[in-house]
């Protein structure tokens, strides 16, 4: 089973910063696309920020100017950074990304992470 380790949630305060980490598994195959979604309470999950190895670097409009995903080939993170944090950007994050775990022969899969919280609050 692939898991995702996610980390840097937090409770920060309205304007600051803060960074959250994704990891796939050192010795995964191939990673086609990884990124970041949330979920407010009560509301659907909805996309963050992804990188894919296909059409680049996508950002949610509600994101863009204010947040800076990345990934890391080599040690296969993905961190999101997260700058001038505002009250409604307070929900659970979750890494998600599709892979092949182990050869060529398995078949792309999407796997999402435990999830971390995020809480913007004065």
């Known amino acids: 089973q692939v898991q995702l380790v996610e980390s840097g949630g937090g409770l920060v305060q309205p304007g600051e910063s803060l960074t959250l980490s994704c990891a796939a598994p050192g010795s995964t195959f191939a990673v086609y696309n990884i990124g970041w979604y949330r979920q407010k309470a009560g509301e659907q999950r909805e996309m963050v920020a992804q990188v894919d190895a296909s059409t680049g670097t996508d950002y949610a409009d509600f994101v863009k100017g204010r947040f800076l995903i990345t990934y890391d080939g080599t040690k296969k993170t993905a961190p999101l950074q997260m700058t001038n944090l505002k009250p409604e950007d307070t929900a659970v994050y979750y890494c998600?990304?599709?892979?092949?775990?182990?050869?060529?022969?398995?078949?792309?899969?999407?796997?999402w992470g435990q999830g971390t919280q995020v809480t913007v609050a004065s």
């Open positions: 998600r990304s599709q892979l092949r775990p182990h050869s060529i022969q398995d078949q792309i899969t999407t796997y």
